[in-house]
């Protein structure tokens, strides 16, 4: 099967991660064997234009997500046996001709009227089972990496890993970052682990080493995909604020994730509704949580504020523990 992510309606960012679940989905249940993956480019300059975020996004800077985070995440996607870019339209519709319309993701789409699959309600409205959410790994080499990163920075034990937003784009939206160090001096102070995955701008731009004080910073994991899977997969616990990779815990299978939501910060393209519009674009009821969920693998529907991170900490200890 072949899945077209249409570039002129969708986004460079982690919510190509939900296309990439139910192309999945969708391949296996009309049975082929596995599905490749096209990110066509949109005419004129190449990407969507409809969002803040598109509008604030520069195209070099859309077309380094596309080659470093859209690719390599649908190259980590379990039953993707390729990956391709088309740049010029013309191209996908002489492919598209010679393809059977079963053969083509999402059902029904054309060059000439494109659209896509984005939302995590698409997701949800098929009623995955378990084995269907389990949608991205790390592979042996990644996690072999991790390994000796984790054996030199942090010895000892499985860390605690904390992923934090920290963006120019909609800042009104990022973490407390304040807040997330009191919560993990506390946690530290209990005898666990922790380390700090960072926002891929702060890498980036130079300035991971000055957030987060002393405690270790995986910056490889803002760069490389299969690094950050391969962390996720090894931490004791994941901690997150606002989504965006940290979702890529939700499927991945045994992993443990506990992911506050921006409730008190909600970006611009939802704050007319507030936590209810939230909970609509997510596909879920207000409070809801992913398919699968547990007290180690769930949405927190509160601001994140150290006490309260705190608090979302020791329930997940004491239900690992038990």
Not at 201 to 223: I, K
Request: charged fraction near 25%; aromatic fraction near 10%; charge should be negative.
């Amino acid at each position: 099967m072949y899945a077209i992510y249409d570039l002129g309606r969708a986004p460079v960012t982690y919510d190509a991660m939900n296309f990439l679940v139910v192309a999945r989905l969708w391949a296996s249940r009309r049975g082929f064997s596995g599905f490749h993956t096209i990110f066509v480019r949109a005419p004129n300059e190449g990407f969507r234009d409809q969002t803040p975020k598109d509008r604030t996004l520069t195209v070099d800077e859309k077309v380094w997500r596309l080659s470093h985070i859209l690719m390599p995440m649908a190259a980590a996607a379990r039953d993707c046996v390729g990956v391709s870019i088309v740049n010029d339209r013309r191209d996908l519709g002489v492919i598209l001709k010679n393809l059977d319309a079963e053969q083509i993701f999402p059902p029904n789409y054309t060059v000439e009227e494109p659209f896509t699959v984005i939302f995590l309600a698409a997701v949800f409205r098929l009623s995955p089972t378990e084995s269907e959410m389990n949608t991205f790994q790390p592979s042996p080499a990644g996690l072999g990496k991790v390994d000796e990163w984790l054996a030199a920075r942090v010895p000892g034990g499985r860390p605690v890993v904390i992923t934090l937003r920290t963006s120019r784009v909609e800042p009104e939206r990022n973490s407390r970052t304040a807040e997330w160090l009191a919560a993990a001096r506390a946690i530290r102070d209990r005898g666990y682990p922790v380390l700090f995955v960072p926002d891929t701008e702060l890498v980036t731009g130079g300035c991971e080493d000055r957030e987060f004080e002393d405690f270790p910073v995986f910056a490889l994991g803002a760069m490389d995909l299969d690094l950050r899977l391969a962390m996720y997969r090894r931490a004791l616990l994941n901690m997150a604020d606002n989504g965006g990779p940290s979702f890529l815990n939700f499927y991945m299978e045994d992993s443990k994730i506990v992911c506050f939501l921006p409730v008190d910060k909600l970006p611009i393209v939802v704050a007319a509704g507030g936590e209810s519009r939230l909970a609509l674009l997510l596909g879920m009821e207000l409070g809801g949580n992913f398919p699968y969920g547990s007290p180690v693998r769930r949405l927190v529907w509160r601001p994140d504020r150290a006490p309260a991170i705190l608090e979302e900490f020791d329930r997940s200890i004491a239900a690992l523990e038990s």
